[in-house]
Nanobody, 130 residues
Framework: QVQLVESGGGLVQAGDSLRLSCAAS????????MGWFRQAPGKERGFVAA????????YYADSVKGRFTISRDNAKSTVYLQMNSLKPEDTAVYYC???????????????????????WGQGTQVTVSS
C-alpha cells in the first residue's frame, strides 16, 4: 500500500518562504506523476502544481505560477514544493498525491483533476499571516 507523508508546513508571515516535502513509501514512486493540492476552510480541494514521472514536465495553477516550484528526487521517493513570496490567500492544508497512470507526462488537464490521483497524503497546514 502506498503511503504519502507531507511535512514542512507551518505559520509564516506574508512574503516568507516554505518548502513542503512529501515522502512516499510502500509502492512505486519513480514511474508516476505527483501533484500538490490545497484546501482552505469552506473551499474545495484545488490544484496547485504537478510534476511528471521523470520530472520533465511541470504544471502550475495560475495563482502560484512564478512563486512556487515543484521538484522531485526519485532516489529519495520524495516530491517537494518550494513556496516563495507567500500570501495570506495561500493559507490552506496542502496535500500531495500520486497519479494513477504510470509513465504519463504531458497533459495539464490530466494532472489538474483530483480524480487523476490514486493516493493522497494526510495534509500539512500552511498558514500565512498578514
Amino acid at each position: 500500500q502506498v503511503q504519502l507523508v507531507e511535512s514542512g508546513g507551518g505559520l509564516v508571515q506574508a512574503g516568507d518562504s516554505l518548502r513542503l516535502s512529501c515522502a512516499a513509501s510502500g509502492g512505486t514512486f519513480s514511474g508516476y506523476g505527483m501533484g500538490w493540492f490545497r484546501q482552505a476552510p469552506g473551499k474545495e480541494r484545488g490544484f496547485v502544481a504537478a510534476i511528471s514521472w521523470d520530472g520533465g514536465f511541470t504544471y502550475y495553477a495560475d495563482s502560484v505560477k512564478g512563486r512556487f516550484t515543484i521538484s522531485r528526487d526519485n532516489a529519495k521517493s520524495t516530491v517537494y514544493l518550494q513556496m516563495n513570496s507567500l500570501k495570506p490567500e495561500d493559507t490552506a492544508v496542502y496535500y500531495c498525491a500520486r497519479s494513477s497512470a504510470p509513465h504519463y507526462s504531458s497533459s495539464y488537464s490530466y494532472y489538474y483533476y483530483t480524480s487523476s490521483y490514486s493516493y493522497w497524503g494526510q495534509g500539512t497546514q500552511v498558514t500565512v499571516s498578514s
